[in-house]
C-alpha cells in the first residue's frame, strides 16, 4: 500500500475516532465485553454439557475453560449445578445483548452526530466561498453531498464498529477455540482467510464503482436542476425529448454503477456460506474421525466453528462497506476543503464608512486576459443618483462587481472617503450597500421569508414599509395570503416586475447607504417603474444610488448619466426634462 492509500484507507477513520474519542473508547469496551460475555456463555456450555452427559461433573478431568467456569462459580459462591451454569448462560447472553445493543446504538449516534457536522461545516463553507468558486463548481455535486454523499461516508464509522465487533469475537472465539485444540483452531483460521482472498476482487470492485457513482450522481443533480430552472424556455421549445435522452444517460451511467456494488455485495453475502459450508464440513469430517476429546467439547468446537465462520463472513462484508464508503467520505471531504480553501476573508480590514465620495481612478479589469473595465474613471459623490448606460456585455455588471469587492482592478484603484476598498473590511463594505441584481432570486418559501431571509427580528411593519418603499405593497395585499404568500419554486408564481420589486425591497430593507441597482426596473410598467422612481428619488440626497438601467425615465431622474461601452466610461450630457 503506498502512503497515499494508507491515507484514503486509514484517514476517514481516524476521523470519525478524533471526532469523539470517549464515545469512541466506551463503545469499543462495550464491543469488547460483549465480546467476552458471549465467550463465558459458550464456555460454562461444556460443563453444562459434561454435566448433561456424564451426569457428574467428578467422573472426568477438567478442561481449561471448564476450569475457568468452575472458577466464576466459586466466586460467586454458587453451585455448579445445571440451573446455575444455565442461569449464568442467560445472564451472559443477556450482558452481550446489551452491551451489544449500547454499542450499536453509539455508533449510529455517532455517525448522526458527525453527519450533522460534516452538513454544517459543508454550509458554512459552501456560504462563505468567494463567488467565482461557485462558477467552477456544480451545484449537483454540492445537492449529492449534502444528502447521499455525506450518509455513505458515515459508513465508514458504522461498518468499522461492525468490523472491530467482529474481530473482538473471531479473536476471543479463537483463543477459546485454542485452549481445546491449537491444530483444529489454526486449520479454521486458514479456511477463513481462503475464503477472504478468493472473494477480495469484489471488493475492490465495490470501492471502485462507489467512487464513480458520486461523481455521476452529483452530474445527474446538477442537468435536472438546470432543466427544472429553465423549464418554461426547455418545453416552450419542445426540448423535452432532447433534455431526457441527455438525464436518461445520466440515470443509466448511474444505474451500472450500483449494479456493480450490489454484485459484489450479493456475491460476498452469498457466495461465503456454501464456501463456509463445505470447509465446515470437511473439518467436522476431520474431527469426528480423528478426535480424541470429550463429546461435549467437540459440540463446543463445532458451535464456536460455525459462529466464527458467520462472523469471518460479516467481516468481509462490512470491511466492503468500509471501502465502498471511502468514496463518498473523500468526496464530502474535497467539497468542504476546497470551499474552505476558497473562503472569503470578510472582516480582516478597516471599517467601511461613506461620507465623502467613491472615486474610480484609471480602474482596468480583465476576466483572463480580455479586458472589459478599460482605466475607467468616475466619481460619484455622497447622495448622488448615477445611471449607466450601455451594451450588453459593455461590462456595466462587472463594474458594480468592484465596488463589491467581487474583483478586485488588475490595474488602478477604487477609493471611498479617501481609503482604498482593497483595505476597506468585506463586510462592512457590503453592509453598506444594498444590490438589487439583475436576476432575483427567490425560495420557495412565503413573500415574508424571501425579503428577510426568515429574519425574525424584522416587524412586520418594518417589512411592510420596505414593500412599500420598492412599490411591491399592493400585489401583496391582494394575494389572500399577504405576507405568506408562497412565491414557487424559483418565484414561478410570481411576475418578471413583481420578483424585481421584491429584490428591491430586499435592499431597502436592508438600509443602506448605497444603493447599486442592476437593470431593477427592466420587467417594470410605466406605473410600477414611476413608483420606483420616487422611491429612489425621496432617497436622493441620503442615499447614493448607481443604477444600470437603458430606461430613459431612469436616466432623467438621475443627477448624472454615464455610457460604458468596450470598457470605455464616458459621461453623457443630457438636459433634464
Ligand atoms: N465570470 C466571468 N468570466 C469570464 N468572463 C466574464 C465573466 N462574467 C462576465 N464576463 C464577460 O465580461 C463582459 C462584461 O460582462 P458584464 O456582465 O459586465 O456586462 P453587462 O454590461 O452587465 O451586460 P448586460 O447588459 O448584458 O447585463 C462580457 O463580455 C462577459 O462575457
Ligand atoms: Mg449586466
Redesign the pocket.
Known amino acids: 500500500m503506498s502512503s497515499s492509500e494508507l491515507k484514503n484507507t486509514f484517514y476517514p477513520i481516524y476521523y470519525f475516532l478524533k471526532k469523539y474519542p470517549k464515545r469512541s473508547a466506551i463503545t469499543v469496551l462495550a464491543l469488547l465485553f460483549s465480546g467476552l460475555a458471549e465467550v463465558v456463555s459458550f464456555a460454562a456450555m461444556i460443563p453444562l454439557l459434561g454435566l448433561a452427559i456424564f451426569q457428574d461433573t467428578e467422573q472426568r478431568e477438567l478442561g481449561l475453560l471448564e476450569t475457568g467456569i468452575s472458577k466464576i462459580f466459586d466466586i460467586i459462591e454458587l453451585d455448579m449445578t445445571m440451573g446455575g451454569i444455565l442461569t449464568l448462560i442467560v445472564l451472559m447472553m443477556g450482558l452481550k445483548s446489551f452491551l451489544s445493543y449500547y454499542a450499536m446504538k453509539e455508533v449510529g449516534y455517532i455517525c448522526t452526530d458527525v453527519e450533522v457536522d460534516f452538513r454544517k461545516r459543508m454550509v458554512n463553507s459552501l456560504l462563505y466561498a468567494d463567488w ?1 468558486y461557485y ?1 467552477n463548481n456544480q451545484t449537483g455535486d454540492f445537492s449529492t453531498a449534502i444528502s447521499t454523499q455525506v450518509q455513505a461516508a458515515c459508513n465508514v464509522f458504522r461498518a468499522t464498529g461492525l468490523v472491530l465487533a467482529g474481530l473482538i469475537q473471531v479473536g476471543l472465539f479463537s483463543t477459546m477455540s485454542l485452549t481445546i485444540s491449537i491444530p483444529i483452531t489454526i486449520g479454521g483460521i486458514l479456511l477463513g482467510l481462503t475464503v477472504m482472498l478468493f472473494l477480495r476482487n469484489f471488493v475492490t470492485l465495490a470501492r471502485v464503482s462507489a467512487k464513480t457513482l458520486a461523481k455521476h450522481e452529483g452530474t445527474l443533480l446538477s442537468t435536472l436542476i438546470d432543466c427544472l430552472r429553465g423549464i418554461k424556455s426547455n418545453k416552450a421549445m419542445s426540448m423535452q425529448g432532447r433534455l431526457q435522452k441527455y438525464l436518461e444517460q445520466d440515470i443509466e451511467r448511474l444505474a451500472v454503477m450500483r449494479k456493480r456494488i450490489i454484485l459484489s455485495s450479493a456475491v460476498l453475502k452469498n457466495f461465503q456460506e456454501p464456501v463456509q459450508v463445505v470447509g465446515i464440513a470437511a473439518a467436522l469430517y476431520a474431527l469426528t474421525s480423528y478426535w480424541k476429546g470429550g463429546v461435549d467439547e467437540l459440540l463446543v468446537l463445532i458451535l464456536l466453528f460455525y459462529r466464527s465462520g458467520q462472523r469471518l463472513g460479516n467481516l468481509q462484508i462490512y470491511y466492503q462497506q468500509i471501502v465502498s464508503a471511502f468514496a463518498p467520505f473523500w468526496f464530502v471531504s474535497n467539497i468542504i476543503s476546497g470551499a474552505e480553501k476558497e473562503r472569503e476573508d470578510l472582516n480582516s480590514g478597516l471599517v467601511a464608512s461613506l461620507n465623502g465620495s467613491i472615486i474610480f481612478d484609471k480602474v482596468s479589469f480583465a ?2 486576459s ?1 479586458y ?1 473595465l478599460n482605466q475607467v474613471d468616475l466619481e460619484i459623490k455622497i447622495g448622488d443618483f448615477i445611471t449607466i448606460v ?1 451594451p ?8 458594480t462587481d468592484m465596488l463589491l469587492r467581487f474583483n478586485e482592478p488588475s490595474a488602478g484603484s477604487i477609493t471611498i472617503d479617501g481609503t482604498n476598498i482593497n483595505n476597506l473590511s468585506k463586510s462592512s463594505l457590503r453592509g453598506l450597500i444594498g444590490y438589487v441584481p ?1 436576476e432575483t432570486v427567490l425560495f420557495y418559501d412565503t413573500i415574508r421569508n424571501n425579503v428577510t431571509f426568515g429574519d425574525p427580528q424584522i416587524t412586520d411593519t418594518e417589512l411592510k414599509e420596505a414593500l412599500r418603499r420598492a412599490g411591491a405593497i399592493s400585489f401583496v395585499n391582494q394575494f389572500p395570503d399577504g405576507l405568506n404568500f408562497i412565491v414557487g419554486e424559483h418565484g414561478g408564481r410570481l411576475s418578471g416586475g413583481q420578483k424585481q420589486r421584491l429584490g428591491l425591497a430586499r435592499a431597502l430593507l436592508h438600509t443602506p447607504k448605497l444603493l447599486l441597482l442592476d ?1 431593477p426596473t427592466s420587467a417594470l410598467d410605466k406605473t410600477s417603474e414611476n413608483d420606483i422612481l420616487n422611491t429612489l428619488k425621496g432617497l436622493r440626497g441620503t442615499v447614493t444610488i448607481i443604477a ?1 438601467s437603458h430606461q430613459q425615465t431612469f436616466a432623467n431622474a438621475s443627477d448624472k448619466k454615464y455610457i ?1 461601452e468596450n470598457g470605455n466610461l464616458s459621461k453623457l450630457e443630457f438636459s433634464k426634462n
Request: charged share 25%; no cysteine; aromatic share 6%.
Open positions: 467565482r462558477l476576466y483572463d480580455k472589459v450601455g450588453s456585455g459593455g461590462g456595466k455588471t462587472t463594474l439583475q437593470e444600470i460604458l
